[in-house]
């Protein structure tokens, strides 16, 4: 009895977790973005609040190699871009009014070895 009710779990939990959904014409939930071709891919995941707007962590891979995440604290994120061996590039905040991003605060320039190279700071 304990097993069916689980598998029956299982299953709802996974048919439940659809992707690229909207409700009203907003984007809502688990969202992932494919693009390109076989030799040049271009990847996107992360998630949409009930409001469209961008929440947690987003993801973009060309080709499976990560080169930038944000992390969103709704108006403000935190981006990290990568090089290409995986190190970190940049990082920095940014902000939003309605769907406009702009850098904000100071911004770090990494080499990559990660060793910090250079840094400017934006006009909030």
């Known amino acids: 009895m304990k097993l069916k009710f689980f598998s029956i779990l299982i299953l709802f939990l996974i048919f439940s977790c659809k992707i690229n959904q909207k409700k009203n014409g907003v ?9 390109g071709t076989k030799t040049e891919r271009s990847l996107i995941t992360g ?12 993801k973009y891979y060309n080709n499976d190699t990560l080169f930038r995440s ?6 403000y994120s935190v981006d990290v871009l990568y090089h290409k061996n995986g190190k ?9 009014t309605k769907k406009t991003w ?6 770090y320039k ?15």
């Open 70 to 75: 944000e992390r969103y604290f709704y108006p």
């Open 88 to 96: 970190v590039s940049q990082i920095g905040k940014s902000y939003t």
């Open 27 to 35: 984007e809502v939930g688990k969202w992932k973005y494919v693009s």
């Open 102 to 107: 702009t850098k904000i605060g100071t911004w």
């Open 47 to 58: 998630k949409y609040d009930k409001h469209g707007r961008e929440k947690g962590v987003w």
């Open 110 to 124: 990494f080499n990559e070895q990660e060793k910090l190279i250079d840094s400017i700071t934006f006009e909030n």
